[in-house]
């Protein structure tokens, strides 16, 4: 979710990609080097068309959805936690008894299940390359579901204290960025709008961390504050 908006006007198409050693996410009113040359294309980011929606446009078709920025962004960060569980059941040793697993044995199964059907409802075309990864550990999977199926799962533990903190600076966050696009031209300093921008992410995948039941409706929340941050930069003629 760090985004960075390369000189764009407010009335053309843009171009969106990420970049690789940074992690952040690029807009510019005109397309990469690569854009266009498949040779080049095939060892660089996938550059996503965004279309220019002029004031009083009619909303998008629910037939062609566009993968957002900050959607992006989360389906990454989940990828990388998911990826490193597929790695942490690939080494546990085939003689493992799931029946007699431990607390965290038991988390780790649930936090694997729990990113594996949000990144599918997120991301469904990368479900088939998902379930190709998983077809090592396909047995183990099968057995800890066996086990968990005969033993009644333990109570979820209450939310640490961190989460409450970290949401009321992350809820503090969403309005310091919507706050600072709303401000008019001149008094509108990009370089001031993109640092909370960064800020917002950074909480943004923290709290997830701590509380990831709520992911998908903070998810929601930044997702129309940053359509407010689009519109009002659409708006500068």
């Known amino acids: 979710m760090s985004i960075f908006f390369i000189g764009f006007s407010a009335h053309a198409d843009l171009y969106r990609w990420v970049d690789r050693e940074t992690g952040s996410v690029k ?3 005109t397309p990469p080097p690569w854009f266009g040359d498949p040779e080049r294309e095939r060892s ?3 550059v996503e068309i965004v279309p220019y929606r002029g004031p009083g446009a009619p ?3 629910a ?6 920025p900050e959607t992006a962004r989360l389906v990454a960060s989940l990828e990388t936690r998911w990826a490193s569980l597929v790695r942490f059941f690939a080494a546990l040793p085939p003689t493992t008894d799931f029946s007699r697993a431990g607390t965290g044995l038991r988390q780790q199964i649930e936090a694997y299940r729990a990113l594996s059907a949000e990144l599918d409802r997120l991301d ?5 390359r998902r379930r190709a990864q998983e077809a090592g550990i396909f047995e183990t ?4 579901r066996e086990a968990q199926v005969s033993a009644k799962p333990p109570a979820q533990p209450p939310a640490p204290p961190a989460s409450t903190q970290t949401e009321a600076r992350w809820r503090q966050a969403l309005q310091q960025v919507a706050a600072l696009a709303e401000r008019p031209e001149p008094a509108r300093s990009m370089p001031e709008l993109q640092d909370a921008l960064r800020t917002l992410e950074a909480l943004h995948v923290e709290l997830n961390r701590l509380d990831p039941s709520g992911a998908a409706a903070r998810e929601r929340e930044v997702q129309a504050t940053l359509e407010g941050v689009r519109r009002s930069l659409q708006a500068v003629r």
């Open 27 to 29: 807009f510019s009113n």
């Open 141 to 144: 999977l099968r057995r800890a």
């Open 59 to 61: 909303p998008r078709s």
């Open 124 to 128: 469904p075309a990368g479900t088939p």
């Open 44 to 46: 660089a980011p996938a």
């Open 63 to 68: 037939t062609t959805p566009e993968v957002s």
